[in-house]
């Protein structure tokens, strides 16, 4: 095993569970290894699993999986195709000639299974269309919600499970895996590039001086969880302003355990036509290598087209980034290609094009593209008539009011609480909608009408940025905050308005949403879930739930004291919650990241002092 590989493996072991590793690794060694012509990995938190574990297995045992993999599929032309649920549009083609009739889905967690949902049932049609009935769709997941699938789903009867787990499971299953992002070095992104920097090369030790130089453009972004696994996150939201975009973002991620930068580019564009997105697109053409181009042009997906522009964009401000902060130097930034072979099954950026001329001026580039932006607005009365977008709206506006009112100035934590709680209501509102079509489920076997159970659209970003403009980058910096743990994640979107396609990205709550109570209120969550597992809280609910009250009231005293953040109602939930059964095996997970903090030395002290009253 290479030293980088097995210090990554030692990193895992130190985290989680021998049985844990070996069966992470067994369940991702059996899709590498499956029989199948195409296998579809779901973005973003699975396909970066996969990309974050498979060297492990391709190293393991002597390098036995890899060897059997070399041997099953000598043939090149028979290799399967390995790609993330981004890049469908670019195998349908495949399906249409009949040269692909075996697929495999697969996922880290099947929630509530409308997305995979849709996906197999937009696979099968595709197949049904061809006159291909001897397909075979295959799913896969590690673990599945045992208590919120929708059990009127076609893909069901093709599904294999590792787990199937009741909701603190299946959510401690959740947090391991973002735990293995931070351990293994693996950014949590999807159709944004990212770059891998030594620290000890020399653009590595530049941006170790800029970091430490106390640089205020450079903004720490690290957590509890972040500095438990030797990481430390920093943002920089980009000065100048572009007309194409609401903003221009780099994260930089220290991973001190293996002695690597991670840097993510991020550019989130303004709503744009199908007539700009067009030019885009040609604008940037000289980056693509000509094939990628010419496949993703004709698989004629407008989606597809603008996840390539907003990468393009991402990669293109990124470069510049480098050469804004060291001009007296020939650094470039080198971007992950399997990424981009994951997300668009092929490869985009074109090196031999782009550094053959030598220097690139960056900046002039973006300007060239900054030249074809013309503010058609989208009717914002059009895109409030989408599910669940006028009620995000009110979320918003009375969350920024109670924080705002109850805050003054809204500091880092205050915005980051909003925008958890914000992401935590609409996935609430997710399980409302989900829990109606299950009930109808139950009542009707046959598949509902999708406009019934999909997944609510979002909240648009620019929508976002229009709201909480006042904030300056604190909005945005909570945003990449959120989506860093999964808490949220940026999806892109297309939306018809007076006969014209408008394309644009939306906020929409991820996986992990429900950690907003967990990051926010921990000591809170942690010593009601002592009170809970004494053998009294267990066997007399009336006590326990005095205890409970008392302890969450005088708690809030001390938690006053400190001018931690808080809303009431959130409060008011806790004394409720059964915490045990939504957070029992998380909260045993992550109570070590807290060891020795103070707050929590002192919830599990006045826990005890509320049990003796």
């Not at 290479?2 to 369940?27: H, M, W």
């Not at 006159?131 to 896969?140: A, F, K």
Request: proline share 3%.
């Amino acid at each position: 095993m290479k030293r980088e590989t097995l210090r990554k493996k030692n990193q895992l072991l130190g985290r989680i569970s021998q049985k844990e590793y070996q069966s992470l690794l067994n369940y991702i060694e059996n899709i590498y290894l499956g029989d199948y012509q195409i296998k579809i990995l779901m973005a973003r938190k699975f396909s970066n699993l996969f990309m974050a574990l498979l060297p492990l297995v391709q190293e393991e045992d002597g390098g036995r999986a890899q060897r059997e993999y070399r041997q099953k599929f000598s043939d090149p032309k028979k290799e399967p195709k390995i790609i993330s649920n981004r890049a469908m549009a670019m195998v349908q083609e495949e399906i249409k000639n009949k040269n692909c009739r075996r697929i495999l889905l697969a996922d880290d967690i099947i929630i509530h299974g409308r997305t995979l949902s849709s996906i197999y049932d937009q696979l099968v049609m595709w197949f049904e269309e061809n006159g291909v009935t001897d397909y075979v769709i295959d799913v896969v997941a590690y673990a599945k919600n045992s208590d919120g699938l929708i059990k009127n789903r076609n893909f069901l009867s093709n599904v294999k499970v590792e787990f199937d787990c009741r909701k603190d499971k299946w959510r401690a299953i959740s947090n391991m895996i973002v735990d293995i992002f931070f351990l293994l070095g693996q950014p949590y992104t999807s159709y944004v590039p990212n770059s891998r920097i030594p620290l000890k090369s020399d653009l590595g030790k530049r941006l170790s001086n800029v970091l430490s130089s106390q640089n205020c453009d450079f903004v720490i972004q690290t957590s509890t969880d972040m500095k438990a696994h030797g990481m430390k996150s920093f943002s920089y939201i980009e000065r100048e302003v572009y007309d194409f975009a609401l903003n221009c973002s780099m994260r930089i991620y220290a991973y001190e355990k293996l002695q690597q930068y991670v840097l993510v580019p991020m550019v989130m564009l303004k709503p744009v036509s199908d007539e700009i997105l067009s030019k885009y697109f040609d604008g940037l053409s000289w980056m693509i290598i000509p094939s990628s181009r010419d496949a993703i042009n004709h698989t004629k997906s407008a989606l597809l087209k603008y996840q390539t522009v907003v990468y393009l964009l991402s990669a293109m401000w990124g470069r510049k980034f480098i050469q804004d902060y060291f001009p007296s130097e020939e650094f470039t930034l080198e971007y992950d290609m399997q990424e981009e072979r994951m997300n668009f099954n092929c490869y985009i950026l074109d090196s031999s094009r782009i550094n053959k001329n030598g220097w690139v001026d960056w900046a002039q580039k973006l300007k060239d593209i900054n030249s074809l932006y013309r503010d058609d607005k989208l009717k914002e009365d059009d895109l409030y008539q989408e599910p669940g977008v006028a009620e995000l709206r009110n979320v918003l506006n009375e969350l920024y009011n109670k924080v705002s009112a109850s805050q003054g100035i809204m500091s880092t934590e205050a915005s980051r609480a909003m925008m958890g709680k914000f992401l935590y209501t609409n996935g609430e509102m997710d399980e409302e909608r989900c829990l109606e079509a299950i009930k109808k489920g139950k009542k009707d076997r046959c598949i509902q009408k999708k406009d019934e159970n999909q997944r609510l659209m979002g909240y648009p970003l620019v929508k976002m940025n229009d709201r909480l403009q006042d904030l300056g980058d604190e909005w945005l910096r909570a945003v990449l905050y959120a989506i860093d743990f999964g808490k949220g994640s940026i999806v892109p979107k297309c939306f018809e308005s007076e006969g014209k396609r408008w394309y644009f990205s939306v906020l929409h709550a991820g996986e992990q949403n429900y950690k907003y109570f967990a990051n926010t209120y921990f000591p809170f969550l942690f010593g009601l879930y002592w009170l809970e597992q004494t053998d009294a809280g267990q066997e007399n609910p009336g006590v326990l739930e005095n205890w409970k009250k008392s302890f969450v009231d005088q708690y809030l005293l001390y938690w006053k004291d400190k001018k931690h953040f808080f809303l009431e109602d959130d409060l008011h939930f806790l004394k409720e919650l059964d915490v045990t059964a939504d957070f029992g095996e998380v909260l045993d997970n992550i109570s070590w990241d807290y060891f020795g903090d103070p707050d929590l030395d002192y919830a599990i002290k006045l826990s005890k002092n509320v049990m003796e009253i």
